[in-house]
DNA sequence: TCTATAATTAACTCACCAGTTAGTTAATTA
DNA sequence: TAATTAACTAACTGGTGAGTTAATTATAGA
């Protein structure tokens, strides 16, 4: 079954692929069905015969895409026991999934720019709960007085929201460095060097006593 | 001259405010020039008159919003000597401006999350010079060792762009915490409450010593 | 091998929207 | 006050994009 002439999966697949690059690049109103279409080699009609219509899909696209990360931070956040180590895994987690789909984070801004006024149920859930794991691992560490003083909206945006901000702005601010040489926008940071240094910079801001070794397994 | 039948600086700027609202309720291709028409109660025909096409008036909106929170922080900022201070009125203006101007955080956020494709030049050298100031008062402190490690750009991001989605997810971290009770998604702090947070944040972020009255006259 | 059904396609429709145009009315100036 | 210009309007156009439809082809099951 390698190669067949019909495939509903795979062109199903195809689409939502297809469709997660390009409305993360263009945005959902420009970017038209008959671009997704071409882009995957298949005909428009598809489209519809699969996902309905276009706020069908997008829904799909972006379902996909939240299913993804969050199973990827839950499972992996249990490695340790300690609050700040689940801050840790928390952190780098989302940063290496996010280099790894980079569409994510531009749908996520956007979405968040429109104040979700057209925010399907599930996506809006789906990013509650990803909040939710994070306000936990701080109550947890607050309730053991590891952490002080941590609103966990604000810190939530100042983690993951920065993290978003430094990968969809990447090449705005290569742009800026260059026209621009004694500015320093972090150009050529890794997602690995910055994830690192939001971790660092969380500490402080928590007030975190002293390190006592935080790598996992 | 109060009331004059016409009166093009007016409609003009009719034009614009209602451009600004619903481009940043919307989003650019939600919004269309009919939309704007009604809104501000003048002939669609006028905002081409005016502004040649919909991507000359979307230029004018986003110069208008930037050029004056500029200046408003630029002169706002002379305040004080130190840049500790500097930094708190950094801070300070931006969330007071954003307060009033609700309007600019959400059209930042999008251009961003856009990476800038359609970034008319004018606007990037807009944002860059925010930056730019932000990036001088840091270095400024860390020469003279009151801030330590400072990478300019992400610390922007944590201070800015947290600031913007703060003001942007407003009405979904309202939907969010009446869902779900146990969750604090701080949906009725203050702006002011915010910025002063953020500003602590940092301040433990960069490591500043101990705090010598900071307040401006 | 025949049949029912799922996958796929080309060619449409219809609404909507950016931008135009030709003409009208108010203000300004000579 | 006549003429010129600037502000404004109603009605149009052309293109585009979401969604449909009716027909076609592959595939699996009997």
Chains 1, 2 share one sequence.
Request: net charge negative.
């Amino acid at each position: 079954m390698p190669k067949q002439k019909r495939d509903a999966e795979a062109t199903k697949a195809k689409i939502i692929k297809n469709a997660m690059i390009l409305f993360s690049q263009n945005g959902y109103d420009a970017t038209t069905a008959d671009d997704i279409a071409t882009a995957c080699g298949v005909n428009k009609a598809m489209i519809f015969y699969y996902y309905k219509n276009k706020a069908g899909l997008y829904e799909a696209v972006m379902s996909e895409a939240l299913s993804a990360i969050h199973t990827e931070v839950i499972t992996s956040e249990k490695c340790c026991v300690s609050p700040l180590a689940d801050l840790e895994a928390f952190i780098r987690t989302y940063a290496s999934y996010c280099e790894q789909n980079p569409y994510l984070p531009s749908l996520l801004l956007r979405e968040l720019s429109n104040s979700g006024t057209h925010l399907p149920e599930m996506m809006f859930s789906s990013m509650r709960q990803l909040f939710t794991l994070l306000s936990e691992i701080l109550t947890a560490g607050q309730k053991q007085g590891i952490f002080q003083n941590a609103q966990p909206m604000i810190i939530y945006f100042m983690i993951v929201g920065t993290m978003n901000l430094m990968i969809t702005t990447k090449p705005l601010r290569l742009k800026a460095a260059q026209l621009q040489e004694e500015l320093d926008t972090c150009s050529d940071c890794s997602m690995e060097e910055i994830a690192d240094y939001i971790f660092t910079k969380t500490k402080l801001m928590l007030e975190v006593k002293n390190e006592t070794s935080t790598t996992c397994a």
